[in-house]
């Protein structure tokens, strides 16, 4: 559930989501601030989502410290929250943006292998690979 929640506060203009050029600084800040208001959705809910609160806060927080929003510790992010940041970034380079083309998978995975111990815990990192590895093998692409 946190996995499919972590982005639940990217309620952000549309036209800075499709801008196809560079942000802005304050573009930048309202991207940068959807962890935040995810993870405050998440715990103002009915249900007890403090996990999936974790996660959305988390989820662009890289290994070596970096990313968004730093931590206000040394613990560095949950392991829930390292495992939706490996899957979430998968996506966004397998996607079309409005400034670049999506990536092949193995550009992808490729990327992912070079940040394992930097960006990406390298056990989740191996593992996704791996997986993904074999998913690409059972899926057949259709004729164009």
């Known amino acids: 559930m946190a996995g499919l929640l972590h982005d639940l506060g990217k309620t952000i203009p549309r036209e800075i989501l499709v801008k196809p050029g560079k ?11 959807h ?11 009915a249900e007890p989502m ?31 929250s390292m495992l ?7 996506d966004a380079l397998r996607t079309n943006r409005p400034y670049r083309a999506a990536w092949e998978s193995e550009r992808a995975l490729a990327y992912i292998r070079e940040r394992a ?6 056990g989740i990192a191996l593992a996704f690979i ?12 259709m004729p164009a």
């Open 23 to 33: 942000l802005t600084d304050s573009e930048r800040l309202v991207i940068r601030e």
């Open 50 to 80: 403090e996990l999936a609160a974790v996660v959305a806060y988390e989820h662009h927080v890289m290994l070596d410290g970096g990313g968004y929003p730093a931590l206000p510790d040394a613990r560095g992010a949950q392991y829930a």
């Open 130 to 141: 791996a997986m993904m590895r074999r998913w690409d093998q059972r899926t057949e692409r």
């Open 35 to 45: 962890p935040i208001v995810g993870a405050r959705m998440l715990l103002a809910s």
């Open 84 to 90: 939706v940041h490996v899957c979430d970034v998968y």
């Open 117 to 122: 111990g930097v960006e990406f815990d390298p």
